[in-house]
């Protein structure tokens, strides 16, 4: 079941199967009457909440007790992701409006998972060639002008493990933009040509090259 409810939180979603149901068994839940504070503002934030059912509502006194309503959260939605992330206190407090059930998953499981599914997340809609050249644009250490110069120092085999794929591929992407002129190479060494069109494929704005 607890599986089921991250399932619903996009960057849960993109997770196989065993690891969240692995992340599953590590949450905690908890359960809220009508009323009850889930945490309040200001209050360290020691993880990320996430409702299973029932109704929460983020809402923020001011110093003279007037009262803001922010928004009201169902299930599936994550709670004390910015706190969480920057490493504040919560912004606001949460109170359930109905009777309500949250998982709670501790900080550094949080952070470490939230990692990995954007690892699979870029696995899965990333193309090598826009990977590869995200890896050049940040080989470089700095802007890129005509002519630039980045010295590899991986093997195709260990590109490849970094980029998360295989060896032909990265073979192949590094052909597609030589190809198509963005890029030329002497052994290790790999000239940029076309500094636009490299960032261009690093952000995924070019679908000419979407072959690998």
């Given at each position: 079941?607890?599986?089921?409810?991250?399932?619903?939180?996009?960057?849960?979603?993109?997770?196989?199967?065993?690891?969240?149901?692995?992340?599953?068994?590590?949450?905690?839940?908890?359960?809220?009457?009508?009323?009850?504070v889930l945490?309040?503002?200001?209050?360290?934030?020691?993880?990320?909440?996430?409702?299973?059912?029932?109704?929460?509502?983020?809402?923020?006194?001011?110093?003279?007790?007037?009262?803001?309503?922010?928004?009201?959260?169902?299930?599936?939605?994550?709670?004390?992701?910015?706190?969480?992330?920057?490493?504040?206190?919560?912004?606001?407090?949460?109170?359930?409006?109905?009777?309500?059930?949250?998982?709670?998953?501790?900080?550094?499981?949080?952070?470490?998972?939230?990692?990995?599914?954007?690892?699979?997340?870029?696995?899965?809609?990333?193309?090598?060639?826009?990977?590869?050249?995200?890896?050049?644009?940040?080989?470089?250490?700095?802007?890129?002008?005509?002519g630039a110069?980045?010295?590899?120092?991986?093997?195709?085999?260990q590109l490849?493990?970094?980029?998360?794929?295989?060896?032909?591929?990265?073979?192949?992407?590094?052909?597609?933009?030589?190809?198509?002129?963005?890029?030329?190479?002497?052994?290790?060494?790999?000239?940029?040509?076309?500094?636009?069109?490299?960032?261009?494929?690093?952000?995924?704005?070019?679908?000419?090259?979407?072959?690998?």
């Amino acid at each position: 079941m607890s599986a089921e409810v991250l399932r619903r939180v996009p960057y849960f979603g993109v997770l196989p199967r065993a690891e969240l149901r692995r992340l599953a068994d590590r949450c905690t839940a908890r359960r809220l009457g009508r009323g009850q504070v889930l945490f309040e503002e200001d209050e360290p934030c020691r993880g990320l909440f996430i409702v299973a059912e029932g109704l929460v509502e983020i809402r923020q006194t001011s110093a003279r007790g007037r009262e803001q309503v922010f928004h009201t959260e169902g299930p599936g939605a994550t709670l004390g992701e910015g706190p969480l992330f920057d490493g504040r206190g919560y912004i606001a407090t949460a109170v359930a409006l109905a009777p309500t059930r949250v998982l709670f998953l501790l900080e550094t499981m949080a952070r470490r998972l939230r990692r990995f599914a954007g690892i699979v997340s870029d696995l899965a809609f990333h193309p090598v060639t826009e990977r590869l050249a995200r890896h050049l644009q940040t080989a470089a250490a700095g802007p890129l002008a005509p002519g630039a110069r980045i010295d590899l120092t991986l093997t195709h085999a260990q590109l490849a493990a970094r980029l998360g794929t295989v060896r032909e591929l990265v073979a192949r992407a590094f052909a597609q933009l030589e190809e198509s002129g963005v890029i030329s190479r002497q052994r290790s060494r790999v000239v940029i040509r076309d500094p636009a069109r490299l960032a261009a494929l690093a952000r995924g704005d070019d679908d000419t090259l979407r072959g690998v």
